[in-house]
């Protein structure tokens, strides 16, 4: 009797183990390919790449595409920390997003499947703007899946109430830093009405602020670059972060909030959202990423334009976005690939272009009047929104990702020491040499991908 | 009645004895002791996930010590919301314990108020005190300034960044007071009558026989607090990301960083042992001094 209790449980056993076995049989048996997106991003973000998804699967009847979807978080660890479990696992996707900052070290270490014939087959080299490719050691393992960069938007009630004149769309010609700041002190004013600099303004009352600028890593460079300066060398060994022209761009971003009081104080993400404060008119100008247009654009009682970018000692723009790649674990290479181009398609995915959320990777978006028609004619898209933003990808320098442990330069040294500026306990100058000293000392300047 | 007799029988018990508990042996093996052999070894070499893992001995340990400067804060964070955390906690948990057990209206409701924030999600709870915290539009800054004060730079100020921490945790003690109230439950009320008959007050009852019957409920209480505090990380990770300027980064916090943000396991498992045996020390030194202060049923007094 007890000899059959043992038997029924190794039964039970074994049948459990068959299960499992033929649970990961069972894909390979149908002649309809299969394939896995991964991406990020939000809720919005999320149905926009569904729709293109299933109109992918509506050209192609015999692939099928299952989506999987992370909720955007801003610095991308939770989705980095995802993608790792996945490597190690062996259970990557096919095709989809991935996190610039990791991209040298995953495609070095071959993760990725190198791109150069399949673009030189079917052409398509020429027809996207240079900077959307991702070279490491001249082979091409992703591209940008978008343009992306920083805009300057406004509020124009706020504006017309502080009677500040409407701001230059030409990139080329747009304010310069002293101009700019007196501006934001003709938008900004205490409970009492008050203006910074006048006698009385309580700086701990504000009720409407001049500017809010998106305080993380890839914001600064336009700043920072704009005034001559710049962060680590492209080499990935030499520190700039301490040359005088960064440290001044860092200063005048930090006297926005604790000299001239027209910026609230954003540490730690405990701000309400500056979207919500344009929208409410507590703000004058909010400068962030391109695609919060998304959100933006979706508000139709907010009347917004957009400006361009202050200058401190000339243009500059930047080119940042999220990488598309197609894994080398993939079963189904040129599936994989069909799916990435056509995600690189804006004829085939528009809505994500029309919507705001991103800007086309393709030439003939930017140089084309039809095309260019196609993106940027809709109510989305606020005036002036071409020569402001669209023209200045121009100008844009790609966000420096192929520097090598760029990631824990920031996170352990760079972030640190720019929050102690930004609450004041630090001046630009004192913080920031101190990290580049710090980071020289770290061992972590071990060159470029 | 005799011992039963080595033999067949006997074997049989032991068979059974293996069987039933092998579920437990196996998960203990393959969720427990598996994976600590693996970080142990992991600890051992520099390893990104990516590339192959190389061997290196224990440089992992010597570098948290002497090259990373953020290692040593980290723990300092760490042991400091630890130390203003559990005392704080125990106590006001204790007095919110004497109080709901004693006979007053509406003690039901009283008792699931107290327990509530028990049962909301951590994240979601954490982006509610963000909101909270919040220098400019804050709830509790509000009311400082309804009130005539300043504003406090909550979470945004490298001082204050911890007890803000501290407060929040506080507030969520629903689980320490209910295991108080358990235990204060237990107490029989003959020891109690005995104090009203000598003529003592309610310091007395609290001193002489509270306290006392309490104190294994309090060591209990304690450990398991201290535990959770030095394992410090949702907060940090949601609301603060270890700023401003590094006074909030958490062991934990740090831990992840190095092995999900930065790619270095190996460094990231040397730390998770360095905490494994922090935390251990920590328990011991409770329990070895506990002896001086701990009341146990049985023991001639």
């Known amino acids: 009797m007890k000899n059959r209790v043992v038997l029924f449980i190794s039964i039970l056993i074994l049948i459990g183990a068959g299960l499992c076995f033929a649970n990961g049989q069972k894909a390979a048996s149908s002649d309809q390919v299969k394939l896995t997106y991964i991406y990020w991003g939000s809720p919005a973000e999320d149905a926009a790449v569904k729709q293109a998804l299933a109109g992918f699967e509506a050209a192609n009847p015999t692939i099928k595409v299952e989506p999987m979807y992370l909720p955007g978080d801003l610095d991308g660890s939770t989705y980095n920390a995802k993608m790792k479990a996945l490597a190690v696992s062996n259970t990557l996707p096919d095709v989809g997003y991935f996190r610039p900052e990791e991209f040298g070290n995953y495609a070095e270490n071959g993760y990725f499947l190198k791109l150069d014939d399949l673009i030189a087959r079917d052409g398509m080299g020429d027809a996207y703007l240079p900077q959307t490719w991702l070279k490491i050691k001249g082979d091409t393992y992703g591209a940008y899946s978008a343009a992306e960069c920083q805009v300057m938007w406004y509020n124009k009630k706020v504006l017309r109430d502080a009677g500040v004149p409407t701001p230059p769309t030409d990139y080329k010609n747009a304010w310069n830093w002293d101009q700019f700041v007196s501006y934001l002190k003709m938008i900004t004013i205490d409970t009492k009405g008050k203006h910074p600099g006048d006698s009385g ?213 760079l972030n640190p020491a720019i929050e102690s500026i930004w609450i004041g306990d630090k001046t630009a100058s004192q913080a920031l040499k101190e990290a580049a000293g710090k980071i020289r000392n770290s061992g972590l300047l071990q060159g470029s991908y | 009645m005799s011992l039963p007799k080595k033999g067949l029988n006997a074997k049989r018990q032991t068979l059974w004895g293996w069987i039933l508990i092998s579920p437990l042996c196996l998960g203990l093996t393959l969720w427990v002791a598996f994976p600590m052999g693996l970080s142990f070894y992991t600890s051992l070499t520099k390893w990104d996930m990516l590339s192959k893992a190389q061997f290196v001995g224990f440089q992992n340990y010597i570098k948290i010590f002497t090259e990373d400067e953020l290692f040593l804060k980290s723990i300092r964070n760490t042991l400091y919301f630890t130390v203003l955390s559990v005392p704080l906690q125990m106590i006001i948990a204790l007095m919110g314990a004497l109080l709901l057990n004693s006979q007053v209206k509406g003690k039901g409701v009283f008792r699931t108020i107290f327990y509530l924030p028990s049962l909301i999600p951590i994240v979601v709870s954490s982006i509610m005190w963000l909101w909270l915290f919040n220098y400019q539009y804050g709830l509790i800054n509000y009311f400082l300034h309804f009130l005539g004060g300043g504003r406090v730079k909550w979470i945004d100020s490298t001082q204050m960044v911890i007890p803000s921490l501290t407060i929040m945790n506080i507030w969520n003690i629903g689980n320490v007071i209910i295991i108080f109230l358990a235990g204060l439950q237990g107490i029989p009320n003959d020891l109690m009558e005995a104090v009203d008959i000598d003529g003592g007050r309610y310091w007395h009852k609290f001193r002489f026989v509270i306290l006392p019957l309490l104190s294994p409920i309090i060591l209990y209480n304690m450990i398991i607090n201290s535990i959770k505090c030095l394992q410090l990380f949702v907060e940090p990770y949601i609301m603060t990301n270890g700023g401003p300027v590094n006074s909030s980064l958490s062991f934990v916090l740090h831990i992840y960083n190095n092995a999900f943000k930065y790619g270095k396991m190996g460094t990231a498992n040397a730390m998770s042992w360095v905490l494994f045996i922090l935390t251990m020390c920590i328990s011991l030194i409770i329990f070895k001094t506990s002896k001086q202060w701990i009341f146990c049923e049985g023991d001639k007094q």
């Open chain 1, 201 to 413: 303004f309580n700086g701990k009352d504000i009720a409407r602020y001049g500017v809010s600028y998106d305080l993380w890593s890839a914001m600064y460079y336009p700043s920072v670059w704009s005034n001559g300066g710049d962060i680590i060398g492209l080499d990935g060994k030499t520190v700039l972060v301490d040359k005088p022209e960064t440290i001044e761009a860092f200063q005048n971003l930090a006297d926005l909030m604790n000299v001239h009081q027209v910026m609230p104080h954003v540490t730690g993400g405990t701000n309400i959202s500056p979207t919500t404060m344009l929208a409410n008119g507590q703000l004058g100008f909010y400068v962030t990423g391109q695609w919060t247009l998304l959100e933006l654009g979706a508000m139709k009682d907010l009347d917004f334009g957009v400006a361009a970018l202050p200058i401190m000692k000339k243009p500059a723009q930047l080119y940042v976005s999220g990488v598309n790649v197609v894994f080398n674990s993939t079963k189904h290479p040129e599936e994989a690939w069909a799916l990435q181009k056509w995600m690189m398609d804006p004829a085939k995915t528009l809505d994500l272009y029309t919507s705001g959320l991103w800007m086309p990777t393709k030439k003939s978006y930017y140089t084309d009047p039809s095309d260019i028609a196609k993106w940027l004619e809709n109510d989305v898209h606020p005036e002036g929104f071409k020569e402001a933003v669209v023209d200045s990808m121009a100008i844009s320098i790609n966000e420096p990702i192929k520097i090598k442990n760029i990631n824990q330069i920031w996170g352990d040294y």
